[in-house]
């Protein structure tokens, strides 16, 4: 009996094993190749829990603050100051709701992909002026302020608030 004649012993079909191999070897690489794809397009996290620096963690807690492998930073541009919306305090629903947006807008091109230039300390909240630049070369700052989502600073009143 040669090859894959039919013999009791076998049941005369070849093994499927490689076969199935290669179904398997082809999915877990189109699944990777999705879920890496899917990793660099999330956003950045919003901050949550305490003890950032300890977890070195990078996040983003509103539109003009976030945390950078545990360093703690403010939003900068190339001429100056950013401010968003607030957040914590805002003085009235509007400015709350640029306020969410400002942050996801912030976290969104972020995760396009950044670089940070630290410029020193800023305040007595032990924060780090940043200033971040996107791949394609954009000041995150400039954008913000463009997009509506942030004004300049030092700055003469609340845009966001009637």
């Known amino acids: 009996m040669t090859g ?4 009791p012993d076998y049941g005369g079909s070849p093994p499927r094993w490689r076969e199935a191999l290669w179904i398997v070897a082809a ?3 189109i699944a990777g190749a999705l879920y890496a794809c899917n990793a660099i397009a999330d956003p950045l996290p919003v901050c949550k829990g305490g003890h950032r620096a300890e977890r070195k963690l990078t996040c983003v807690y509103d539109g003009d603050g976030g945390w950078e492998n545990g360093v703690k930073w403010r939003l900068t541009r ?3 100051g950013v401010d968003a919306p607030e957040l914590f305090d805002p003085s009235c629903g509007e400015e709350y709701r640029l306020a969410i947006l400002s942050r996801d807008r912030l976290r969104a091109l972020m995760s396009e992909g950044y670089t940070v230039l630290w410029l020193g300390r800023v305040g007595g909240k032990g924060r780090s002026l940043a200033w971040i630049g996107l791949k394609d070369g954009r000041d995150v700052g400039q954008t913000l302020i463009d997009e509506g989502l942030a004004q300049v600073w030092p700055n003469f009143g609340n845009l966001w608030c009637p």
């Open 4 to 7: 894959y004649e039919k013999s």
């Open 27 to 29: 999915f877990v690489f």
């Open 78 to 80: 190339r001429d100056g």
